[in-house]
Nanobody, 124 residues
């Protein structure tokens, strides 16, 4: 059984930074892609970033605009999301996902395993 556990969320001031972590059990990120999605109150879950199992290849939502970096540590079986220059619009629950999405990296249905999410609140 695959389990994804996110951590690192919290309250941060506008302009600040946070690093989210997603640790997997029952699956290796060296064989499966790892992704981050987010869901703000009253909105649909949206794609943030993904990192492939090989090379690795990274893909970001256009609105990230260089502020976020996704990375992977195979030895720890953990995927990270470094977030900089945060704004109140980044407030959301951030979810880790894993799977083999192929070209459909932005689609939630392309990932077969999900964490329970970690809340990020950007506020002064």
């Amino acid at each position: 059984q695959v389990q994804l556990v996110e951590s690192g969320g919290g309250l941060v001031e506008p302009g600040g930074s946070l690093t989210l972590s997603c640790t997997a059990s029952g699956r290796s990120f060296s064989n499966y892609a790892g992704g981050w999605f987010r869901q703000a109150p009253g909105k649909e879950r949206e794609f943030v970033a993904t990192i492939s199992s090989s090379k690795p290849n990274r893909y970001y939502a256009q609105w990230v605009k260089g502020r976020f970096t996704i990375s992977r540590d195979n030895a720890k079986n953990t995927v990270y999301l470094q977030m900089n220059s945060l704004t109140p619009d980044d407030t959301a629950v951030y979810y880790c996902a894993s799977g083999r999405p192929g070209p459909q990296v932005v689609e939630t249905r392309a990932y077969d395993s999900w964490g329970k999410g970690t809340l990020v609140t950007v506020s002064s």
